[in-house]
């Protein structure tokens, strides 16, 4: 948990996970439990301007975060995104690797899109890869803030 940063491609990009412990989630059928949840949120700073140009940090409550942790397996963490309405719920998968000689850094990879399609009607892109992605797509190093 916490906050992690790196630098692509001209930009700094700012992680910061949270655990919700023990949240509810409910199901379709009526079914509920409780499970501990890994989300985050992006900040995304333009390096040449220093102008940020994406900005979650600011959410707090579970249901506005956008990226969730699903599976870990060994020192993997793998983690889906799903965008906001106005950016089509675009969605994407990335990997967290921690390093066991050295915990203030993780790995950030395979950065990949997910399935693309609109669950809120029309959506103003011709394409997946025309609408706005900020999430890194280049594998890179994060250091703990």
């Known amino acids: 948990m916490g906050t992690w940063e790196g630098t692509a491609d001209n930009k700094k990009y700012t992680f910061t996970f949270v655990l919700f412990e ?24 333009d390096l040449a301007t220093n102008q940020v140009i994406y900005d979650e940090s600011s959410f707090a409550n579970f249901d506005d975060y956008l990226i969730f942790g699903h599976t870990i397996y060994g020192r993997e ?42 669950l809120d009607g029309p959506c103003p892109y011709n394409d997946q890869l025309d609408i706005p992605m900020f999430l890194p797509k280049v594998d890179l190093i994060l250091t703990r803030q």
């Open 22 to 45: 023990q949240h509810l989630m409910t199901f379709p059928n009526g079914e509920y439990e409780f499970r501990d949840r890994v989300v985050g949120k992006l900040k995304v700073t």
């Open 77 to 118: 963490f793998y983690f889906g995104f799903t965008d906001k309405e106005y950016h089509c719920n675009n969605s994407a998968d990335f990997t967290l690797v921690r390093y066991d000689n050295n915990p203030n850094e993780i790995l950030y990879k395979n950065f990949s899109y997910g399935e693309y399609f609109t």
